[in-house]
């Protein structure tokens, strides 16, 4: 993902929206490995939301996750996929200042297998969509 300016680090980003780059599989079925982020950054997190945040331990690596629930400390947060790890089950609550925005679209590019006309228009018209809260996170959250 390319690194934010200081400004957006301090809650003041110049431009509000950036792009970022989904690798792993942790957010599957959500977002896949390659998919183009649209990004929101100093947005409101709510929960449910896709947010993109600095790893607590390793804070050059940003990583994409569904915030789960407010808990004293900061943010509770999930990758949709459970058996992909790396979210608060391993490092716990993420301090307000590790959160750099949420995410408001995804584009999944073409796949150069997509030639025929059908694949093209099925392609076309599940490549651009909003991400949107998922409220059900809290369940998911329960069941661990």
Do not use: N
């Given at each position: 993902m390319p690194e934010p300016s200081q400004d957006v680090e301090r809650g003041r980003a110049a431009v509000p929206f950036g792009l970022?780059?989904?690798?792993?599989?942790?957010?599957?079925?959500?977002?896949h490995h390659g998919d183009q982020l649209v990004v929101r950054y100093g947005a409101r997190v709510r929960p449910g939301d896709v947010i993109v945040l600095r790893h607590?331990?390793?804070?050059?690596?940003?990583?994409v996750k569904r915030a789960v629930e407010r808990r004293e400390g900061g943010w509770w947060v999930l990758g949709d996929n459970a058996y992909a790890g790396g979210d608060s089950t391993d490092?716990?609550?993420?301090?307000?200042?590790?959160?750099?925005?949420?995410?408001?679209?995804?584009?999944?590019?073409?796949?150069?297998?997509?030639?025929?006309?059908?694949?093209?228009?099925?392609?076309?018209?599940?490549a651009a969509r909003p991400?949107?809260?998922?409220?059900?996170?809290?369940r998911r959250l329960r069941a661990r």
């Open positions: 970022a780059e989904v690798t792993g599989p942790s957010m599957v079925p959500t977002l607590p331990f390793q804070q050059d690596l940003l990583v490092y716990g609550t993420v301090p307000d200042e590790l959160i750099l925005g949420t995410v408001r679209f995804r584009y999944r590019p073409r796949k150069r297998d997509q030639r025929s006309p059908l694949a093209a228009l099925r392609w076309a018209l599940s991400v949107l809260a998922d409220r059900s996170a809290s």
